[in-house]
């Protein structure tokens, strides 16, 4: 079953609109890049790795709609509408690492037509997208070694193919188990306030018939005290240097709790998730979320009007909660910083 999550398609961005996810599964085009950065900002396409691809699309589309100019405004032209892009949302470090590459395609250019150079945009970010899916399946070839057949899993948000172009991060690993025959069941934590979980990883779930439970964020210490749970399995926003992790707001609560109880706490994320510019999560943006999401639900009251409300929607997971992070290039242990720095120099992992 494949989940198209984004295609570029006669000069358009298609996107899954994952706001009407589960109720209906509907498409939304964009005919220019400030109608991809609104889908970004407005959660219709999320997740880190799809995040990087629609940016890329994005500046794609925006190239495409410029008029013919010297070579010089052009790049200038190109470069303030990847700026713009790169505002769209501020933790996902896919999201920046999507628009260095397509900046990098034009500072490389050499002269050639506005035209050919605009070819070169499409087919890069393009590119993006027919990679990240290769990169997931790889992943999913290295983390699945670790899940052992009937195991009971955790994740929360959505780190499916919903969240990057195909097959998915987290829940690429647990697909990749289930297609080596390994019976595996997954525990889906609805991940307040916006609910990936419930409306989006158990949409995957359901229609990859992988067997799960849906379960409220609150329940999840419960069922570890339970012993319910052999390991927990998420993506990532941003990894920094050292290994902290910046996830889905309530990854951090779920990795002490695995660590007090002994449960494994795995992180799958692609290196292009990894921000070697931060020594430590402590600088890794966080970004806030409007107050509606946590006092409304689908647009109904849920708390008295003039609450105030903090709703960072992401937090970061040290290192130290963290037992392994699978990439495509293989599995990294501790110390991060050494494995980290080893993998991102293209150096094999021991
Ligand atoms: O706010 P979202 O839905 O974009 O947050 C997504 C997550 O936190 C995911 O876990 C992360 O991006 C990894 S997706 C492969």
Redesign the pocket.
Known sequence: MTIKTIIWKNNTVVLIDQKALPVAEKYIVCKSYKEVISAIKD?TV????A?GVAAAMASALGALKLPSLPPEKFRNKFFTICYEIAKARPT?RNLFWALERMKDVVSRAKPKSQNDLIKELINEAKLTCSEDIKINRQMGKYGSGLLADGDNLLTH???GAL??AGY??ALGVIRAAREQGKKLHVYVDETRP?L?GARLTAWELKKEKIPFTLITDNMAGFLMQQDRLDKII????RIAANGDTA??IGTYSLAVLACSHRIPFYVAAPLSTIDVSLKTGATIPIEERKGEEVTHFKGVRSAPEGTKVYNP??DITPAKYITAIITEKGILKKPYRASIARIIKGEKLS
């Open positions: 959660l999320r997740g880190a790795p995040i996902a948000c959505n780190a969240a990057t998915g991060t916006v990936q998420v993506g990532a926003d996830n889905k929607a992401f």
